[in-house]
């Protein structure tokens, strides 16, 4: 028995060996030790089996357009409550208002949503624009809040946008956009994570919802965003946020079409680390004077801050030969005009003259203080083109805004010191608010001596107003012509800035307001 089995093992083990590896990974043959190359034989598919098809992996980032993009990673739900339901139909009722969102925010929306993503934040904040400001990157409110994202001033010099005469970083779509991305993660910790509460935080104030949680908790109430007392316009705020993030992620559900935006990159930000003439650096990038500026709406002025920031956004095609042309020409994107000084010039005059700053002139020439003397020469940095080719620019904005008609006839008022606009739109028998209005202004702006504000008024009252030219004559004094016309020396100064004249002179032509029911002219 035992031999019979010791053959039986013999035989086994001579067969395991039939295919054992060699160092070479072949199979070898244990009678001629000689390699024997092996092919792997792909199996046939049986009639009843299918091959699968390998399809492309669909992501958010690989959709060809942004909203379907954002579409795709909306996570917070839509509740079904009557807000919700009011603003999803004024979206619905007002495509036209959706298509020139989508207009505006077509260079900047692939850039927020980039942002957003990086933090890992959830993409209804992209939407936020839409709820502020339309996306209109010059928008500025009734509450003094500026930019795509509508900080106040002191809400955005806490997030580090710098505010003043060149540039106000509030309405820098890049640098705006991280402060609002910063501030909303700092809300959204505050409420333990709860975006409703974050987001009407964002509107109306921290403080303010959390008072209103504090008081629902004293009460035994729900503090679910809807369950709370909050104000009217933070009531819809967030109401207004869902219905639209329910739209963009159900179009064909709702039978209304967005158009589309490019996901890819749309605009770049350069640094040139110099100050540039905004004409001088839209030929940097073959763009016009007026696309460069709508690309940069944080720029007041014809130039970038003097003391930075230099940042541009400009279309990503033009980079290259944007970088090319600022080392090319390096130190050469500001002009400089010599000047001599005349009698009764100052610094602040000179400024005005050429649209800079006196701090700016001083820096130019090296001067310790602001005092200067007849004949002597100044460097002042001016702008290669006339005003008017620097569309966007903060004057132009004004000017425009001023212009608009509001009533039947329009006053000028020059803003002396003691004035607020309470003051003289209660002078003035109008509303402090349209005044502020008029003037692309807040009502709680604060006013600097010498601004010029426009008045508007329809002529009630049964007064029909009329504008008199009068030219002055040999004798004539402000108190007798206001006397003769029926109007105060006050206005009759305001309205030609007479402030500064002791005397009137013979032929001088003066502007006049005149009720022509109460005098005849």
């Known amino acids: 028995m035992r031999m019979k089995y010791s053959w039986v093992l013999a035989l ?113 904040l992209a939407l936020l624009p839409v709820v502020e400001s339309s996306f209109d990157a010059f928008a500025y409110s009734h509450g003094s809040a500026a930019g795509l994202w509508q900080f106040v001033p002191a809400t955005g010099k806490m997030y580090g ?66 369950s709370l007392n909050l104000p009217k316009e933070t009531s819809g705020y967030v109401p207004k946020l869902l219905a639209l993030a329910d739209i963009i992620a159900n179009q064909e559900k709702y039978g209304i079409e967005i158009p589309s935006i490019a996901n890819k990159p749309v605009v770049t930000l350069v640094d040139p680390k110099e100050q540039l003439d905004l004409a001088i650096a839209a030929q940097y990038a073959g763009i016009s004077v007026k696309e460069l500026q709508s690309l940069n709406p944080a720029y007041n002025k014809w130039s970038t801050a003097p003391e930075g920031p230099y940042q541009l956004l400009v279309p990503t095609h033009t980079v290259a030969k944007f970088n090319s042309q600022v080392e090319k020409n390096r130190g050469k994107g500001m002009k400089l005009v010599r000047y001599k000084v005349k009698s009764g010039d100052s610094l602040s005059v000179i400024a005005n003259r050429y649209n800079t700053s006196t701090k700016v002139i001083q820096r130019a020439n090296g001067m310790s203080n602001s005092t200067i003397r007849v004949g002597q020469h100044l460097m002042i940095p ?98 007798g012509i206001a006397m003769k016309f029926k109007v105060k020396s006050s206005d009759i100064v305001a309205w030609n800035d007479l402030a500064k004249s002791k005397y009137l002179k013979p032929g001088q032509k003066l502007k006049l307001y005149v009720d022509v029911t109460k005098v005849s002219v």
């Open 161 to 226: 946008l710098e505010q003043n005469f060149w540039y106000d970083g509030r309405r820098d779509v890049s640098a705006a956009t991280d402060a609002a991305l910063d501030y909303l993660t700092y809300l959204n910790k505050r409420f333990d994570g709860e975006w409703t509460h974050a987001i009407a935080a964002y509107n109306s104030g921290g403080g303010r919802v959390s008072r209103a949680i504090r008081q629902n908790k004293k009460q035994g109430k729900p503090i679910d965003f809807f």
């Open 382 to 479: 001016a702008s290669v083109k006339d005003e008017k080719a620097y569309e966007l620019s903060a004057t132009n904005r004004l000017a425009k805004t001023q212009s608009i008609s509001r009533g039947k006839y329009k006053l000028t008022h020059t803003v002396r010191s003691g004035d607020s606009l309470w003051s003289i739109a209660k002078a003035n028998k109008v509303s402090h608010r349209s005044l502020a209005k008029w003037n692309g202004m807040g009502p709680r702006d604060t006013l600097r001596t010498g601004q010029k504000l426009v008045i508007w008024k329809d002529g009630s009252d049964g007064a029909i107003i009329r504008t008199v030219y009068y030219k002055v004559r040999s004798g004539d004094t402000i108190s």
């Open 12 to 124: 086994l083990l001579t067969g395991c060996q039939l295919t054992q590896p060699s160092d070479s990974g072949e199979a070898t043959s244990p009678d001629t030790n000689q390699s024997t190359s092996v092919k792997a034989v792909e199996p046939k598919a049986q009639p009843d089996e299918q091959v699968e098809d390998k399809k492309p992996i669909v992501t958010p980032q690989s959709q060809e357009d942004v909203w379907k993009r954002i579409a795709m990673q909306l996570q917070m739900p839509i509740p079904d409550h009557r807000t919700v339901d009011y603003y999803r139909t004024w979206y619905l009722k007002h495509p036209g208002h959706l298509r020139t969102v989508s207009q505006r925010a077509e260079p900047f929306l692939y850039l927020i949503t980039e942002k957003i993503e990086q933090r890992g934040l959830p993409l209804e």
